[in-house]
């Protein structure tokens, strides 16, 4: 009777815990595809430092703001202190800037993106070659 007891409770075990899978990880059901990516908006958005134009002695610096936003400043920053270089500002949605490097008195230097009310919109360190 133990025996018995004991065979029907594994096979009930067994089916109970062995059922098929109708969602992935991702919560789809199996088989589906997932849906069409969209760009959004935050692509737009860089400052980076242009490698065609810069020279030992100074770097471009390309940026472009958040859709429909039209001026702000880029803040240049000591790369090791909390302190600032110089702010450039500049209107437009997208652009570009020369920074001297003997102006500031360093080749590298880290640069923030900010729109004109202050809000932040981008950071990134740049080094002359």
């Known amino acids: 009777m133990k025996y018995i007891f004991t ?11 062995a059922q098929q899978a109708t969602e992935d990880e991702n919560g789809r059901p199996i088989g589906a595809k997932p849906a069409v990516v969209v760009s959004s908006v935050e692509s737009d958005i860089y400052l980076r430092q242009s490698k065609e134009k810069s020279s030992s002695s100074s770097i471009l610096i390309e940026y472009s703001l958040p859709f ?7 803040v240049l920053f000591h790369p090791k202190e909390d302190r600032e270089l110089k702010t450039i500002n500049f209107s437009g949605n997208n652009g570009s800037t020369v920074v001297d490097i003997k102006e500031i008195g360093f080749s590298g230097f880290n640069a923030g993106l900010y729109l004109t009310d202050g809000t932040f919109v ?3 360190s740049f080094y002359s070659e």
Do not use: N
């Not at 029907?8 to 109970?16: D, I, K, Q």
């Not at 429909?68 to 880029?74: A, D, N």
């Open 68 to 74: 429909g936003k039209s001026g702000g400043k880029l």
């Open 7 to 17: 065979l029907v409770f594994c096979l009930a075990g067994m089916v109970s815990f």
């Open 122 to 124: 981008k950071s990134q």
